[in-house]
């Protein structure tokens, strides 16, 4: 059996987490997520007058991984907080924590603000990280270079 791409280990991870975005030359985009893992015992979580058993926090820990993504070129990125993040039956994508859309609001939203098409720049995708707290979208024409730079 084949070792896993580095691509593959992070679309496996069951847990992500933001940890940076810089564009080292320009119209290049990098991101750093990093592997969540479950960090203790079972805890009650007080809610309002409630509680909810059985929670298991969530963090980056030792053993986690770093992943770095590299674009060398991109169209159009956005970060979003999660919580204003609302699902849409009409999208379609591969991929769990690392998405890949055939349709999506994002790519409207590149066709509607930008030049860019099918023919100009050539064709081109929309990616996704899913992770805790954040959504980081990305068109560009390149699946991103994935590599493990941590634990």
Not at 31 to 37: A, D, F, K, N
Not at 89 to 109: P, T
Not at 122 to 144: M, S
């Amino acid at each position: 059996m084949a070792a896993k791409t580095a691509l593959e280990e992070l679309n496996a991870c069951e847990y992500l987490f933001f940890a940076g975005i810089s564009e080292p030359e320009e119209n290049s985009l990098r991101l750093l997520v990093q592997e969540g893992r479950r960090a203790g015992e079972p805890q009650t979580l007080k809610v309002g007058s409630g509680s909810i058993e059985g929670v298991i926090p969530i963090d980056v820990t030792a053993q986690s991984r770093t992943f770095e993504l590299y674009w060398p070129l991109y169209i159009s990125y956005a970060v979003r907080n999660e919580s204003y993040c609302d699902w849409d039956d009409d999208e379609e994508w591969e991929g769990a924590g690392f998405r890949v859309y055939s349709r999506s609001k994002f790519l409207d939203f590149v066709a509607n603000g930008t030049f860019a098409t099918a023919e100009y720049p050539g064709p081109f995708r929309h990616f996704e990280v899913l992770c805790a707290n954040h959504i980081i979208d990305v068109a560009a024409q390149e699946v991103p270079v994935v590599r493990v730079v941590g634990a």
